[in-house]
């Protein structure tokens, strides 16, 4: 049986051979499991046979690619960060996927029905009821937020892949799981309008919403002042904010089902926290619910189906391997991105490209 898995760009033959290819980076794999991927056509197999000439050899940033001098997590913030995220890898591994964090998300996403079919996110105007779509913001714009990109440092976005596909072939058969793209690999800041929380002028202590009590599907856009405004507040913030430098604290595979790169920030640093809470401040009337740990979601199990007491063993152990091989490397970005998202969760949509604010900082920066 297969596992029934796909990718926001599963139909490019970038993301086939990227799948295919860090399947070679793996120590003490076992055989893979077939994986369909949606739109897997003649270009993605001539894609993905020229990639799987290459092997760990020509990758050593993948063997051993921990910082040598990481002193661990030194701030009280990261040390709190890093306990949670050893307390989601505990929870997953004696408890299996929870349920009851899963089911509620399967409306978001197409494919579920058919035993054949492959998941992958539903556009906010195709949700039941949907969001609304138009107005001041182009075709989208009632979900919007502010987020690390990963795509600055093609080591980050190997490490990823690796670890993605080293977990995916451990599934069992019948799991279906959406991938998401390389490209689209992110932390996620700040949001300014959650999907479940529409906000169209957070700037207000209201939220800019006609009724507080107002169902999201009949929540207004943005008009194209507001959305301006909004914008170019969160580009002075992030002017404003010096380059971050992200150290990989785990690898997690959560009971909700979401695949994890956890991060801490290096030393005393605190920048994502600080801009978290100014952003807060600028923004009274933001969605309520909004990201307190840094995190980068790799993939995510839609279907809620136990995993079985052996496929949860193998996952775990994968995600204590991964993690004691890439544990303290280090990524600094040199830019944010504000986006308009499309779909849920993948940050597909239209985007902004915000530079953060150290001018001394000339190049992309990964440590080991």
């Known amino acids: 049986m297969h596992i029934v898995a796909t990718g926001l760009l599963a139909t490019s033959a970038a993301l086939g051979a990227a799948l295919v290819a860090s399947t070679w980076f793996m120590r003490n794999s076992r055989s893979p499991k077939p994986i369909t991927v949606t739109g897997a056509g003649k270009a993605n197999s001539e894609a993905a046979a020229g990639a799987s000439h290459g092997g760990a050899a020509e990758h050593p940033e993948l063997n051993g690619a921990a910082a040598a001098t990481d002193g661990g997590p030194e701030t009280q913030e990261a040390q709190d960060l890093a306990a949670l995220y050893r307390r989601m890898a505990e929870e997953f591994a004696a408890s299996d996927l929870n349920a009851k964090a899963i089911d509620p998300l399967k409306s978001w996403f197409h494919g579920l029905e058919d035993d054949h079919a492959t998941p992958w996110p539903r556009k906010y105007p195709e949700l039941e009821p949907p969001l609304q779509a138009g107005g001041g913001m182009g075709s989208y714009g009632a979900v919007r937020l502010l987020v690390v990109p990963l795509e600055e440092s093609p080591v980050v976005l190997r490490i990823a892949a690796a670890v993605t596909a080293d977990v995916m072939r451990l599934l069992p058969g019948g799991a279906k799981v959406f991938a998401n793209a390389r490209g689209n690999y992110h ?40 959305s301006a405004r909004e914008l170019q507040l969160v580009k002075d913030l992030v002017a404003d904010t010096p380059v971050p430098t992200l150290r990989l604290e785990r690898v997690v595979q959560a009971s909700t089902g979401v695949l994890l790169l956890t991060w801490t920030e290096v030393g005393s640093g605190a920048v994502i926290s600080g801009l978290r809470h100014r952003l807060r401040d600028a923004f009274p009337g933001a969605s309520t619910k909004q990201a307190t740990i840094i995190h980068s979601s790799l993939l995510r199990i839609v279907s809620s189906t136990p995993l079985g007491k052996e496929a949860v063993a193998a996952i775990s152990e994968s995600c204590k391997n ?37 001018p001394q900082h000339k190049e992309k920066v990964v440590h080991y």
């Open 187 to 226: 932390c996620t800041v700040f949001h300014t309008s959650q999907p479940s929380d529409p906000r169209p002028n957070p700037m207000r202590s209201d939220g800019g919403l006609d009724e507080p009590a107002q169902p999201p599907h009949l929540r207004r856009l943005p008009t194209a002042a507001e």
């Open 322 to 358: 991964w993690t004691a091989r890439l544990r303290g490397t280090r990524y600094s970005p040199r830019h944010l991105w504000f986006i308009r998202e499309h779909e849920f969760s993948t940050i597909s949509g239209e985007r902004e490209v915000l530079a953060l604010g150290d």
